[in-house]
């Protein structure tokens, strides 16, 4: 192999505080990089991108607001990051970061939303990368699950090949609360929160006593800056119901992790779970494939297939 090699990679050239990062904040350039195992410093590698994961926390790194946002601020000129799988072609380090979205949704519903048999479980964004494996998840334990998702095809899809016993389009049931009444006449003990906002404020009147509402991401937020972002009204619920709320990191769970794989494993061997892949294909695809996921185009885990 060459001792030099061209590599492409985007890099965050101007902050976007508000809407979806264009072409005017990430910049795609072309670098050099040596192959020359003494370049590479002890505990580091060198790794061939295969496929790259497109998750909406990477809109949060854009907007150069230190305002409460749960990961620190990319620097401009600098990398855009992401967990991708790669093939390892010089290595000073055996170590290697692990994907994200199944063991999500396991920490959410397993860990923190403590699932019972016949439990009634929310899943909001539940046709997108964490959510198509919540609802599973849920329904493995027994639960009763319900989803809401942005199109009326996304409802078909989590009901008929990922196992929800219902499920309805919020851009058309805007009403939330009606739509809540509707699918959860006996309340909502378990709700896995994806989006934030307004439906989150509904769950809240819907909510059972002793509820869990594990905070997995608002995705609804992460396009507005601080002072437009919708406010939760009716908190006071968590109190009179006594309502456990936690948002969380996988990161602050990998001590979890061997339980997460064993039992996935079993599932994935034995057919009970599925998933649905959005592939782009090009590095260059970045941009598009970001935007999606903040519209209702996109369908389960967004990647981008960089090399065959």
Known sequence: ???VVESREWQLAAYAPEG??????LKLRTVTLSLDVDSIPDHHLIVQNIFISVDPYQRTLMSGLEDGLYFPQSKLNEVVSATTIARVIRSKDSSYREGLPGFAAWVGIEVLGDPKPGSNVFVSAAAGGVGMFA???AKLKGCRVIGSTGSDEKVKLIKEEFGYDDAFNYKTETDLDAALSKYFPNGI????DNVGGEMLEAVLNHVNRHARI????MISQYKKIWTERQGVRNLLNMVGKEVR??????????????DFAKEMESYIKE??????????HGIESYL???GSLFTSSNFGKVIIEVKK
């Open 271 to 280: 057919g009970k779970i599925s998933s649905k892949l959005k592939i782009y």
């Open 245 to 258: 709320m936690e948002g969380f990191l996988v990161g602050s769970h990998l001590n979890r992790f061997g």
């Open 214 to 217: 594990p905070v997995c991401g």
């Open 189 to 192: 003990d378990i709700y896995f």
């Open 288 to 290: 598009e494939s970001l």
């Open 135 to 137: 609802g599973q998840l």
């Open 20 to 25: 979806v990062p264009t072409s005017d904040h």
């Open 1 to 3: 192999m060459a001792g």
